[in-house]
């Protein structure tokens, strides 16, 4: 009989509070031809709601938390007990700490700044500023902290802020601007409410900017205009190129990427999405809300590695997250096409997507307080043995079958197509006892005498309780578990295997993979949950989850 591997990669369980929408429906997503596996792991955790982040050229990690603290994570990926800065902000609604840039020359001057909500204060209402302070070593120098630009309010609202500032590539410090929940704001010139902004560094104005002749006082700083809500942006750091994500308003409207330009007009609030109207610029991609009313448009970054780390496919192509659906997409740079990159992500919330210097993609978590490291993870190599079964694992990829189906309960999540293709997930959110989740397989081509192995990798942290992974299989004369189980506590990636069994009978009736959660508030990480079976048909086929 031909020897088949069936495999299932990469699937992972977060026994956290839950965070769950249902899948976005995204129209004209383009299949991508399936890469080996991207696999998703918790690069810093113990965060409260981070929202935005930036990489230091010495590998540090600097991040803006919404309720005023920065923190940074070393260059050695340990996140420093003690904040770089801590400010006093009104974080009531979406205000708050959500911004933060490193200048170009922060290796010589060592300035971050950080745009935030100043409280009300002396009779003054609630602004928004941007501030500079100067880092000596992991902490803010004291005394260096420099007023850069004032913000004020038009409204009482606590919604539609923007939050992103990032320098470009001209070296101007740009300001993702909200319309403060006031939709009139984004078409007038006398605010700059529901605008990118383009300043000097210092604070100033540069005069070529497009309505620097046109324009009064703070507002020559326009530099685009009809934005909703600019929570988020990107700049190419090659190129200069920016795509500014703008959050839309629910009840039919669309989330949107716009290609900034100088003195661009994108519509807000008379469009949302394409429109043929030749004032306004239409988004080079836009995708409507989903059914649960809540869709965000969040994270931003153009895959432009130090060194190249992803398949070079990737290269130059723009990443992009919905905040409210865990789902990360990208936009390929050379046919516009845009995929699914990873469907319900590890950390809940997605707002902030950076490129690290080890070439891998991050996001901050805001629900989840982490930040989620993207790993690219090369296929399988040939002839690998799983405890003494001694499998061949050389598999020709087979079609898709109606057999990969997924059974949830007790607080477990679909995240994956049906048929499966590409990259998905499997993960358990909550910490009720006994949530489970379930992967049929195909079993047509099972026969008397049919031989399995199975095994995984796990680690976990904090776990009162042993989770526990099961294989089940049913023919006409017997019902067989394989049963792997994981330690308590904490413990490192542990290889779990069993010898390979035989199982009687003439015809299989069922074949399935459960994965179990222990219950309480400990995390479980499970990767290369492998089944190895003796098998003669070839829709057997390997699967690989991201």
């Not at 031909?2 to 249902?22: E, G």
């Not at 931003?300 to 990360?328: Q, R």
């Not at 629900?367 to 190599?381: F, K, L, M, N, V």
């Not at 089940?472 to 019902?479: C, G, I, Q």
Request: charge should be negative.
């Amino acid at each position: 009989m031909r020897r088949m591997l069936i495999t299932l990669i990469a699937a992972a369980l977060l026994l956290s509070p839950v965070f769950a929408q249902q899948p976005l429906p995204v129209p004209g997503l383009a299949q991508r031809d399936p890469l080996p596996s991207f696999t998703e792991e918790i690069y810093a955790d113990g965060l409260s709601s981070p929202t935005a982040m930036a990489w230091a050229p010495d590998g540090r990690l600097f991040i803006a938390e919404k309720g005023g603290d920065v923190r940074v994570v070393s260059a050695a990926g340990v996140l420093l007990p003690t904040p770089f800065v801590t400010l006093t902000v009104d974080s009531a609604g979406e205000r708050g700490l959500i911004g933060i840039a490193l200048d170009p020359d922060f290796a010589n001057n060592g300035y971050v700044y950080l745009h935030f909500t100043e409280p009300a204060d002396n009779g003054n209402p609630p602004r928004g500023r941007i501030n500079r302070y100067t880092a000596a070593g992991d902490v803010s120098a004291p005394g260096s902290k420099q007023n850069i630009v004032f913000l004020d309010y038009s409204s009482g609202a606590t919604n539609h802020n923007g939050g992103a500032i990032h320098f470009g590539t001209d070296g101007k410090l740009y300001i993702g601007v909200g319309d403060t929940a006031n939709g009139a704001n984004s078409q007038s010139m006398t605010t700059r409410h529901g605008k990118l902004l383009r300043y000097n560094s210092d604070g100033t104005i540069p005069t070529d900017n497009p309505f620097y002749g046109t324009a009064t006082g703070e507002n020559r700083s326009i530099w685009a205009l009809g934005l909703r809500n600019p929570f988020t942006f990107a700049v190419h750091p090659n190129t200069g190129q920016i795509f500014i994500n703008d959050v839309g308003p629910s009840g039919g409207s669309f989330e949107e990427v716009n290609l900034g330009a100088a003195g661009a007009n994108y519509g807000w609030p008379d469009f949302t999405g394409p429109n043929s109207d030749p004032a306004y610029t239409d988004p080079i991609y836009s995708y409507p809300h989903g059914s649960s009313g809540c869709t965000s448009i969040a994270g931003g970054a153009f895959y432009v590695p130090g060194s190249p780390y992803y398949p070079a496919s990737y290269l130059d192509d723009y990443f992009f997250s919905d905040y409210c659906f865990d789902d990360i997409w990208v936009r390929d740079s050379v046919t516009g096409d845009v995929s699914t990159f990873v469907e319900d992500t590890l950390g809940a919330a997605p707002v902030d997507l950076q490129v690290g210097p080890d070439g891998a993609l991050y996001y901050a978590a805001y629900g989840s307080g982490e930040i989620i490291r993207i790993a690219y993870t090369a296929p399988p190599s040939e002839g690998e043995l799983v405890g003494n079964g001694g499998f061949e694992t050389a598999i020709p990829p087979g079609p898709s079958t109606p057999w990969q189906e997924w059974k949830l309960t007790a607080g477990a999540k679909r995240s994956c197509g049906s048929p499966i293709s590409g990259t998905c997930s499997l993960r358990v959110k909550g910490s009720v006892a006994g949530a489970k989740a379930t992967q049929k397989l195909y079993t047509s081509g099972l026969v008397a005498g049919t031989t399995f192995a199975f095994s995984a990798m796990a680690s976990g942290k904090n776990l009162a309780a042993a989770p526990i992974l099961k294989l089940k299989l049913v023919t006409d004369a017997e019902t067989k578990k394989l049963v792997l189980v994981a330690p308590t506590g904490t413990f490192a990636a542990t290889l779990l295997s069993l010898p390979a069994e035989g199982i009687a009978g003439t015809t299989f009736l069922k074949a399935k993979v459960q994965i179990k959660a222990p219950g309480g508030s400990g995390k479980l990480w499970v990767d290369d949950v492998s089944v190895f079976a003796d098998a003669p048909d070839p829709r057997l086929s390997t699967w690989r989850g991201g």
